[in-house]
């Protein structure tokens, strides 16, 4: 079997032969339903193939579609002009960038459909001119496809005055669509993330976002049908591999790659790009986190004081995660949107969606890259470390753990501590996360709140922290409170730690161990 792996283009696909998981169903219902969509999707989810194939399709290349789903739907394959604008490859770092790409594809175009306003300074009078020419030239409205509509907008994050240069350009660019409409058959504009329509989209208000529309939930990604019925066989060869039963096999892969929920109640979806990858070198890797570190948004957490442990289960409402502000003050709706957290529940009545880490893979390769944030372990050795703080947690060796994390917390830099007892427990967070452990930051009881529990199959650690307090007044709180009683029923042994944190050294002072 012949994996795509960095191949975006729908005709090279079919043409080569490579493996292609059918989505033109999907594409045929988005095509007839509509004229203006919005998608947005985490990167390296498909949208770039899923443009290629809709260039294709409104090309009229039926001979493409030869054996796809679609071929038994459309009759006509009519031709239409196909302006494809795709923002991806470029670094945008200065306002040229952005005019230079536009300019670039402007010429194209131009030259292509005869337009008579190649000199006009004007990116968005050119644009518009470009349209009425296309259609003038073949007899039918245009089509409008537009790839990371918001790559210029996420690279200027943090720098207001280009991220105001990026908007107003785009703002006038994708403006001309709307003024365009008698002369359009389609758009589709797709991105990671959605800007406020009162930014970029103020001048385009017509657009159908179909982000969260479970119509189009399976348009992009693998759904679990999909994997069963195109790649069967090679999971076959990927549990053998990894001496694996089938079975097993394919729940590695549905830890590891599926958990995508993009509205409530609808199916998983798998990212594309780690599957295929998984499948191609027969072993489970952190492939989609590898390709970029969210350097930013884990800044931004911080700038918020948005604490790691809040991510899972964190609770927004649909206009929370529905856009992003210019000047992007919310973490949340940028994780949601780039694929770093997904929906995983919905309350009906209340209207809040419940967020999480889509799968392992992503939750591993994100709790990892926050460790040299807030340690100073450093993403390379943290494997170590956290390999010798499994072991000792797991064998019950308290003193061991506490002494390793004491001797960690010794050379965590001072300007990342802000406050003592919430730093400590968002690395104890941090280290719990990556052991593969539960754990719970302030765990709620009928009488309070548990500061950290750590549970594996054997053992339950309840630990309190107190900030310039006593381990002994640590270890009170968790028997006057009963803490542990929870915890007490269920056949494994429960240890009480408590401990005290100084302001002084900005390290735990003492604990004492209780069960």
Same mark, same amino acid.
């Given at each position: ?16 032969? =490579?493996?292609? $998981? ?53 009759? %006509? ?20 960038? *952005? ?9 194209? =175009? ?28 073949? @007899?039918? &409205? ?19 005055? *280009? ?21 359009? /058959? ?5 991105? !990671?993330?959605?800007?406020?329509? !009162? ?30 019925? !195109? ?11 990894? @001496? ?8 590695? *892969? ?43 948004? $884990? ?87 956290? @390999?010798?703080? $499994? /072991? %000792? ?59 950290? *529990? ?7 650690? $309840? ?15 968790? &028997? ?8 007490? !029923? ?24 209780? @069960?």
């Amino acid at each position: 079997m012949k994996y795509p792996i960095g191949i975006q283009q729908f005709e090279e696909n079919r043409l080569g032969d =490579w493996i292609y $998981v059918d989505k033109t169903a999907h594409i045929y219902n988005l095509a007839t339903g509509g004229k203006y969509f919005f998608l947005s999707r985490p990167r390296r989810f498909g949208k770039s193939m899923l443009l290629s194939t809709l260039e294709a399709y409104f090309q009229g290349k039926s001979h493409l579609f030869k054996g796809l789903a679609i071929e038994s739907l459309e009759t %006509e394959w009519a031709e239409h002009a196909v302006l494809h604008l795709d923002l991806n490859a470029e670094k945008y770092t200065t306002p040229e960038d *952005l005019t230079n790409i536009l300019d670039t594809y402007l010429r194209e =175009w131009e030259e292509k459909y005869e337009s008579p306003e190649r000199e006009n300074p004007s990116l968005s009078q050119r644009f518009r001119s470009v349209i009425r020419s296309a259609k003038q030239k073949t @007899g039918r &409205n245009v089509v409008v496809l537009v790839d990371e509509y918001d790559k210029p907008m996420l690279q200027a994050i943090g720098n207001e005055e *280009l991220q105001t240069e990026f908007r107003n350009a785009l703002k006038a660019f994708y403006g001309v669509l709307k003024s365009a409409d008698g002369d359009l /058959r389609f758009a589709l504009l797709t991105g !990671v993330t959605k800007f406020s329509k !009162v930014s970029v989209f103020s001048d385009l208000n017509n657009l159908n976002d179909i982000s969260m529309d479970d119509r189009y939930n399976e348009i992009c990604g693998i759904s679990q049908q999909e994997l069963h019925d !195109v790649f069967d066989e090679e999971i076959g060869k990927l549990a053998i591999a990894n @001496g694996q039963s089938k079975e097993a096999a394919y729940e590695t *892969l549905r830890q590891r790659y599926d958990g995508y929920h993009f509205c409530p109640n609808a199916k998983g979806m798998y990212n594309p790009f780690s599957v295929l990858l998984a499948l191609q070198k027969r072993e489970y890797g952190s492939f989609w986190f590898s390709t970029g570190t969210p350097t930013y948004l $884990v800044q931004l957490m911080k700038e918020a004081d948005l604490n790691p442990s809040a991510l899972s289960g964190y609770e927004a409402s649909a206009s929370e995660l529905d856009s992003i502000q210019i000047s992007v003050d919310n973490p949340i709706a940028v994780l949601y949107q780039s694929g770093y957290l997904t929906v995983k529940g919905y309350d009906k009545e209340l209207q809040l969606y419940s967020l999480d880490f889509p799968n392992k893979e992503v939750e591993e390769g994100f709790i990892r890259f926050l460790m040299p944030m807030y340690t100073a372990i450093s993403e390379l050795d943290s494997p170590s470390f956290v @390999g010798k703080f $499994v /072991r %000792e947690v797991r064998a019950c060796k308290v003193d061991d753990f506490m002494k390793r994390l004491k001797a960690l917390m010794a050379d965590t830099p001072y300007e990342i501590i802000r406050d003592l007892e919430n730093h400590y427990q968002n690395v104890m967070y941090i280290f719990t996360r990556l052991m593969g452990c539960y754990t719970q930051a302030e765990y709620r009881t009928s009488n309070g709140r548990i500061d950290l *529990l750590i549970a594996t199959d054997k053992y339950v650690y $309840v630990i309190e922290l107190k900030l310039d307090g006593s381990a002994e007044e640590a270890l009170a709180q968790i &028997n006057s409170k009963d803490y542990a009683l929870p915890f007490t !029923v269920d056949g494994r042994k429960v240890i009480k730690i408590g401990a005290n944190i100084t302001s002084a050294t900005r390290n735990i002072e003492r604990w004492l161990v209780e @069960g």
